[in-house]
């Protein structure tokens, strides 16, 4: 491609920080980059855009040395660069917050941070670690739990761990893959600030994000991606959120209100098909993380559950699909009382479940397609005959839900983790919905989708209620419950705070709810 011009703003004359030349990475039956180019200049925020699957995070991990591409030229500061491994990009001044946890899940957020860190102490106590952990926590604004294991962290625990490590290293280039996706809008106001003050030193910033309306809140240009391949560089300030949907995805995207249901729809059922009474959770520490949550689920309907990550989310979702056992409290299934958490009791009675996670929950990355979709379901028929597994059958149902999640897969035997994050979570989507005869639990299902896979997904959810399915949908994304939602529920401290009819929902109701104050009850359709 022609030479790009300098972002507005840049000094003219200044050369760019990384420039991409030609860049090819490729994988068995997969084009992930070709021919791409890319200038990033110093006091740039640069938006990466582009559908699942449209090689954006393979481009990443080929500037920061995780991958090493196959054609083309990576340059630094003018001159070029071979990274053969991430340390190298790291002392190189290159940085970068991963969608997928880069955490030792059996550390500490303290040892996480210091892990590989030159700056860290050859030998420190878990009490000067932690020490120097919250400084840095206090100073970038982002609170974590020194002490708490990784492993007990929610998703957003994590991800704060994630963005204060690289930061913490004074990267100059940051790339940040999904920063935002458990973020609340306060929060990422904090982080948007804290990219522009990177900025205003001089440095560069990478953005790959799906929500549009921060893309052109905080990028100064666009690169968008189709297929591998780059399709072109926009100054910020010439686009609006529908062109670049459109550019994005290679045709318009409309977003209409879910709620209506179609004729012939199942009406939402008079008796609920699974209760929580009172139900207490605690965790191995002893802290009570869900607290005396009652609620009720019917066929047909879709109950939202916002609140910001970490508030009880989680363990709601454990004990909805018999993965925590509670404290106290009882749960029904068709108003029979459930004894014990045990996964498969509920996989049997018809309870799928998307969780937050797919690589940590959902799937076994270094197993093949194929065994991913069919372990849920083994060992009952047809995966399984007394006892033994069918691959023949397990090669079957594979190939039927790929093509129900219109995901197109060269090879079934290939690790699961080789596909791009969003084919892997429709995939994940679609198995779930098989087993889903009488509950869905999908949390967060649509973190990290493009603008297209996100109305995808939400359609998945839409037309499992439209079959009389109950539907319980997680997320931080308060646009999409109000759009799919009969019902809206908000998790804080534990707490289900009061329940509103989504037609007397509004994003005002909801965010305080979300900070502790139970303004729903004064509003039409307040439940408990």
Request: aromatic share 4%.
């Amino acid at each position: 491609m022609n030479k790009q011009s300098a972002p507005p703003g840049v000094t003219p004359g200044t050369p760019p920080v990384l420039q991409l030349r030609g860049i090819g990475k490729f994988f068995p039956g997969v084009i992930a980059n070709k021919d791409v180019d890319l200038d990033v200049w110093p006091g740039e925020i640069h938006a990466l855009l582009g559908e699942n699957g449209a090689g954006k995070s393979t481009l990443m991990n080929v500037v920061t040395g995780i991958y090493q591409p196959e054609e083309g030229e990576i340059i630094l500061d003018g001159y070029g660069q071979t990274f053969t491994a991430p340390q190298e990009a790291i002392r190189a001044g290159i940085g970068m917050v991963h969608q997928h946890f880069k955490l030792v899940q059996a550390f500490t957020v303290a040892e996480n941070i210091h892990l590989g860190w030159d700056e860290a102490p050859r030998i420190a106590s878990p009490a000067v670690m932690e020490a120097r952990t919250r400084e840095i926590s206090e100073r970038f604004g982002f609170p974590v739990r020194p002490d708490a294991r990784v492993c007990d962290l929610s998703a957003g625990e994590q991800q704060r761990v994630e963005i204060l490590r690289v930061l913490a290293r004074r990267a100059r280039l940051l790339i940040m893959d999904e920063p935002t996706a458990v973020l609340t809008p306060e929060e990422t106001g904090e982080l948007f600030r804290a990219l522009k003050a990177f900025r205003a030193q001089g440095n560069a910033v990478i953005i790959i994000s799906h929500k549009l309306d921060e893309v052109m809140e905080i990028s100064d240009r666009v690169s968008i991606l189709r297929g591998g391949r780059k399709v072109g560089t926009f100054n910020t300030a010439d686009c609006n959120p529908s062109m670049l949907a459109a550019t994005m995805v290679g045709r318009d995207i409309v977003r209409r209100n879910m709620r209506a249901r179609p004729a012939g729809a199942a009406p939402i059922a008079p008796d609920p098909v699974m209760q929580l009474r009172h139900v207490s959770v605690r965790d191995d520490r002893g802290v009570e993380t869900l607290r005396d949550v009652s609620l009720d689920l019917y066929g047909g309907e879709i109950l939202g559950i916002a609140g910001v990550a970490g508030n009880g989310q989680r363990e709601l979702t454990h004990v909805l699909t018999g993965l925590m056992a509670r404290t106290s409290g009882e749960i029904l299934l068709d108003g029979s009382l459930v004894e014990r958490a045990d996964p498969a009791l509920f996989v049997r009675a018809g309870v799928g479940h998307i969780p937050e996670d797919r690589l940590r929950s959902a799937l076994a990355p270094s197993l093949s397609v194929t065994t991913n979709m069919a372990l849920r379901e083994y060992p009952y028929p047809p995966i399984g005959t007394h006892g033994l597994y069918d691959a023949q059958a397990a090669g079957v149902l594979a190939r039927d839900i790929a093509e129900l999640a219109q995901v197109s897969i060269p090879d079934f035997a290939m690790p699961v983790r080789n596909l791009s994050g969003g084919n892997q979570q429709r995939l994940v989507a679609r198995r779930e919905i098989r087993i889903a005869s009488r509950v869905l639990v999908a949390a967060y299902p649509a973190r990290g989708l493009d603008i297209g896979a996100i109305a995808t997904m939400l359609g998945y959810l839409t037309a499992l209620r439209d079959q009389g399915v109950a539907v319980v949908f997680i997320s931080e994304d308060l646009e999409d419950l109000l759009n799919v939602s009969d019902r809206i529920g908000v998790m804080f401290h534990g707490r289900l705070m009061s329940v509103i009819d989504a037609e007397a929902a509004d994003m005002a109701t909801i965010g305080l709810l979300m900070g502790g104050r139970d303004a729903a009850a004064t509003q039409p359709g307040a439940t408990q």
